[in-house]
């Protein structure tokens, strides 16, 4: 939550500063003159309403339905990286391009949930729960082949790799009905059924194979 503060706090800080000048009533061309101030406003407040929605539903508050947002997981998991970069820690590079979720995906907010909540585990609760880290940046990938996508993160405490407990995993294949989730000794690995997640076209005709992080 602290990452979303800073953010709503950030695009707060430009609306404020636009009805500030609009209370001056300069007229028309300040809209024009502060066009990339509105714009950049506008997609921070769509992008962070479906934030919101994501964790409160996360928390139990079915915010989303059956609405969905392309860039979900992009988003989501960007926001993740913000909150563990706050406790000194950080993911590997990004997919390139990142997947976009499709309407097949269980609700709106139930895939990236998953996979920032595997994250954080594999991160933040991986390196609590013994004394000391390999590292600070975890390993991680997101794969899309013929038969679907593959996320893999290595906990940055190996030792750790048991800390998904048998009720949060029972947990995840009820909100992710298809997808499965393999707990080994140093890689943890959510399966993610083909047509939940689709690569944009430009990245389809290049090589297969989407990956971040290895």
Request: hydrophobic share 45%.
């Amino acid at each position: 939550m602290p990452a979303l503060l800073h953010r709503l706090a950030n695009t707060t800080q430009i609306l404020t500063g636009l009805n500030s000048l609009a209370a001056l009533g300069l007229g028309p061309e300040m809209w024009v003159e502060r066009a990339d101030d509105v714009d950049a406003a506008s997609e921070q407040a769509h992008e962070l309403g479906y934030l919101l929605a994501v964790v409160g539903s996360g928390a139990g508050a079915d915010l989303l339905g059956e609405r969905r947002a392309p860039q979900g997981l992009r988003w989501t998991v960007g926001l993740l990286r913000e909150g563990l970069r706050r406790r000194s820690l950080d993911l590997g590079p990004d997919p390139a391009p990142w997947p976009e979720l499709c309407p097949a995906a269980p609700a709106g907010w139930r895939l990236p949930w998953a996979v920032a909540e595997l994250i954080w585990l594999a991160s933040v609760d991986s390196v609590a729960s013994v004394d000391g880290a390999a590292g600070n940046e975890l390993i991680w990938s997101l794969e899309t082949g013929a038969d679907g996508h593959l996320l893999c993160v290595t906990p940055l405490a190996p030792a750790a790799a048991s800390v998904p407990d048998d009720s949060w995993r029972r947990s995840l294949v009820e909100r992710l009905p298809g997808a499965t989730l393999e707990c080994l000794a140093h890689s943890w690995r959510l399966h993610i059924p083909f047509d939940w997640l689709t690569v944009p076209a430009a990245a389809a005709t290049g090589d297969e194979t989407t990956t971040g992080g290895v």
